[in-house]
């Protein structure tokens, strides 16, 4: 008797949920549009071309969160959004659109897919936890601050201990802080889920 009247429900359930790859879409701009509005909570330094925004920690994020492919396709197409004019990347009265990938930052957005790929590959790698996320995310800053020096070094042609001065230096501060804030939201989300796994078990 239980098995005829689970079967229709979970058949109506299986029916009316959204297909995969359009929740997969939803998830993408989703996660784009957050790394678009972190990247406008935006503070010029006068020493360096490179501002103070809060993208990397939108990217850590979406890293421990998603899935390695939809992280990395998440921040693939907000680089794709950006370069295609929307305003969707730090405000630079300059440039804009996929000049924007070309100019002082264009290292940093760049590395932003494998840094997201990176930290959600590592988080997944064994048991779940704080010191994995920490580790993750912190291992996926430095892609970051690896690639955005590099780029900037060779694009001003300027030493490479002169460039870290620039665009590595004044950042790790608060990106220690963007890294633990993401690792704490990741374990917070993770509670919560599985807090409304445990109220809402399956028929």
């Known amino acids: 008797m239980q098995k ?24 993408v701009m989703a996660g784009s549009t957050l ?3 972190c990247a406008h909570l935006s503070l010029p330094l006068w020493f360096s071309p490179v501002p103070l925004t809060l993208q990397t920690f939108a990217v850590l994020l979406l ?7 939809l992280a990395a396709a998440t921040l ?40 997201a790929l990176l930290t ?7 048991q779940r936890s704080s010191a994995r996320s920490l580790a993750s995310a912190f291992l996926g800053s430095l892609v970051i601050l ?5 780029w900037l070094a060779a694009l001003t042609h300027a030493p490479l201990r002169g460039t ?15 890294v633990a804030a993401a690792a704490a ?6 509670r919560l889920r599985r807090n409304a796994s445990d109220s809402h078990p399956t028929l």
């Open 4 to 27: 005829e009247l689970t079967t229709p429900i979970q058949s109506w359930a299986q029916s009316a949920s959204a297909p995969s790859w359009l929740r997969s879409a939803g998830i």
């Open 35 to 37: 790394v678009a509005a």
């Open 63 to 69: 890293g421990l969160l998603l899935p390695p492919q």
């Open 76 to 115: 693939l197409a907000y680089l794709a959004e950006g370069a295609a004019g929307l305003p969707f990347f730090a405000p630079n009265p300059a440039i804009g659109g996929l000049a924007h990938l070309l100019g002082p930052t264009g290292g940093y957005l760049l590395a932003y897919p494998a840094a």
């Open 120 to 126: 959600s590959w590592l988080a997944r790698r064994g």
């Open 146 to 150: 690896a690639c955005g020096s590099l």
């Open 164 to 178: 870290l001065t620039l665009a590595v230096l004044p950042f790790l501060p608060g990106d220690a802080i963007k």
């Open 185 to 190: 939201v990741s374990a917070a989300f993770q």
